[in-house]
C-alpha cells in the first residue's frame, strides 16, 4: 500500500477513535507500516501478531529502539485456538488481516472475527481492499493494468505452489462482523491510485516463484509477459499520474 494511502487510513482511524483511550491494543496481523504507526499511538502497551517468521523479523527491528516491556511480538496463527487464549484489548486492529489469512489459514476467513471477538473489549477497526482481481476484465484501460498485473501474479503463486491472497469486499465484512458478535459503527471506502512503485512490487514477486518451474519454457514466457506488462503499466501510470483502480476500506465496530 502506498505510504500516502496508509497515512490517509490510518488518520482516518484516529479520527474514529476521537478521545476514546487506546488502551490495550492488539495489531492482529501486524507488518510495518501498522507497528510504526502503533508506535506513534499513546496504547499502554501492544500486541503484534504475524504468521511470518520475516515479518516477525522486520517488526522486531523496526520496534527495537521503542519496544516497552509490555509490548509484545507473537508469531501464531488465528486458526490455532490457544493464540492469545484468554486475552483482552481495549483496541484490535485488523490491518489487511482479512486478504492474508488466505496464505496461513486458507477457508478460515468466515471465522476470523468471531475468532478475535473474545479479544476486543471496545472497538475492532477492519482495513481491507475490496477485490479488484474480478473474473472479468474491466473496462476502463488504466484500471484493467492492475486487473492484468493481479491476475499475473496470482498465477504464477498458484503455479509456484503458493495460495495468492483472497479480498474480501466491504459489504461482506459488515455482514459478517454482525455475525460473529459485532455491531459496525462507521464504514468508509478511499480509492486508490496505483504508482509505479507498487507495480514494481506487485511484478518482482514472479522472479522467484518462476525460478522454481520445472517447465523453464513456461516460466520463460511468463517472465517475458511480465516485462511487457512492467514497460506499458509504468509508462501509463507516468502518463496518468497513477494508475486509478478499487477502493481500499475501513470499518469501525464494537462488541455487542
Known sequence: MPEAAATTLFAHIEALQGDLPWGALLDAGTGSGSIRWIGSLATERWTAVTGAEGHARQVRDLTAATRRTADRIVLGNWADPTLLADERYDTVLADYLLGAVEGFAPYFQTRLFARLRPLTAKRLYVVGLDPYVTLDPPDEPATRLIWRIGRLRDACLLLAGERPYREYPAEWVIDHLRRSGFEPIAARRFPIRFGARFIEAQLAMLAPRLARLADRGLATALAAQADALRAEALATAAERG???????????????
Open 242 to 256: 497513477g494508475l486509478a483502480c478499487g477502493h481500499d476500506y475501513v470499518i469501525a465496530a464494537e462488541p455487542r
